[in-house]
C-alpha cells in the first residue's frame, strides 16, 4: 500500500522504513506495514522469513535499528520509544506458540487473574471480585467455550483448550491490537477448525494478527494476507491471489499448493 494513503484511513498499526539486524544478518528489511482498526490479518512466509521478529519489534521485545511503529488511529504512540510493559498496557496483547497458563489454578482463576487492572497472583489473594468481574469472565468463558471446563484446573486440559484459555486471559486484559503466534500448531483438526471459529468472532472488536503455517488453517481465517520474504513483504491479497502468485509460489508454498489452490477455487472453468 502507498504510504500516502494511509492519512486517509483508520489505520490501528502504521509500520515505515523497518530496519532490524542482528550481528550483521538483515532480519527486517525497508517493511512498510499498514492495519485497519478491527482488521483481521494473516502473515505467512518461509522459516527466516522475519515474521517472529516482526511481532517482537511490534510489541517492544526487541528495538529496531530505524523506522517506525505506531500505534493508534491518530497515530499517538511510537511504540519504538516504550518499555515492553508499557506497549501491553496501551493495549498490546501478545500470544507465543507455547500456551502459557497458570497450570495449578482453575480455568476461572485462570482468567480472574488476568482482568485488566487486576495486580497478579499475591495481590489477588486479597481482591474481592466484582459482579462485573463475574459478568465478563462468564463472557469470556462463553467466548472461548471453556464454560464447562471453568472449574477444571488449567493442567487438565487439553492442548487446544490451553491455546483457547490463553486467548481467554488476553481477552481479559480488553486488548486493542492481539497478535496471535501459530495457534494451529500441534492441535487436532477439530480444534484447529475451532480455533479458526473463535479468532474470525473476535473480528471487528479486536485488531488481529496471525501468524501461521497451516495453509488450511489460513484459508478458514484469511481475510487480508502479507507474505514476508527475507524481512520484507513479498505480497499482500487475498488468500486465492497469493497463492497463485509466481513468486510466493517459489519462495514458499510450492507448486503443489498453486495446484490445491486451483483445485480448490470456485467457479475455474478449464
Known amino acids: 500500500m502507498d504510504p500516502s494513503q494511509s492519512k486517509d484511513l483508520e489505520f490501528i498499526l502504521t509500520i515505515e522504513n523497518l530496519n532490524k ?8 528489511r525497508d517493511l512498510n506495514f499498514y492495519m485497519d482498526k478491527g482488521e483481521l490479518r494473516t502473515i505467512i512466509g518461509p522459516n527466516g522469513a522475519g515474521k ?31 518499555r515492553e510493559f508499557e506497549i501491553n498496557r496501551i493495549g498490546v496483547g501478545r500470544k507465543f506458540q507455547t500456551p502459557t497458563v497458570y497450570t495449578g489454578h482453575t480455568v476461572y482463576d485462570n482468567l480472574l487473574l488476568s482482568l485488566e487492572g ?8 486479597f481482591y474481592k471480585e466484582s459482579k462485573e468481574d463475574r459478568e465478563r469472565i462468564h463472557d469470556i468463558l462463553q467466548t ?19 491455546q483457547w484459555l490463553e486467548i481467554g486471559m488476553l ?19 477439530d480444534e484447529t477448525e475451532r480455533t479458526g471459529e473463535l479468532l474470525l468472532s473476535l473480528e471487528g472488536k479486536h485488531s488481529i494478527i496471525v501468524i501461521e503455517h497451516d495453509m488450511e488453517f489460513i484459508r478458514q481465517i ?49
Open 21 to 28: 539486524a542482528f550481528d550483521g544478518f538483515q532480519v527486517i
Open 171 to 189: 481477552l481479559a486484559q480488553n486488548p486493542k491490537l492481539l497478535l496471535v503466534d501459530e495457534p494451529a500448531a500441534g492441535m487436532s483438526d
Open 118 to 125: 487486576k495486580r497478579g497472583v499475591f495481590a489477588s489473594l
Open 144 to 162: 472461548v467455550r471453556l464454560e464447562d471446563r471453568k472449574n477444571d484446573s488449567a493442567g487438565l486440559l487439553s492442548h487446544g483448550q490451553k
Open 222 to 270: 484469511a481475510r487480508k494476507v502479507t507474505v514476508l520474504h527475507q524481512g520484507s513483504i513479498l505480497k499482500e491479497g487475498k488468500i486465492d491471489e497469493v497463492q497463485r502468485d509466481p513468486k510466493v509460489i517459489e519462495v514458499y508454498l510450492g507448486r503443489k499448493h498453486a495446484r490445491d489452490a486451483d483445485e480448490a477455487a470456485p467457479g475455474d472453468a478449464a
Open 52 to 82: 517472529s521478529t516482526l511481532l517482537d519489534l511490534i510489541t517492544g521485545r526487541t528495538k529496531p535499528d530505524t523506522g517506525t511503529i505506531e500505534f493508534g488511529p491518530g497515530r499517538e504512540h511510537d511504540l519504538t520509544k516504550m
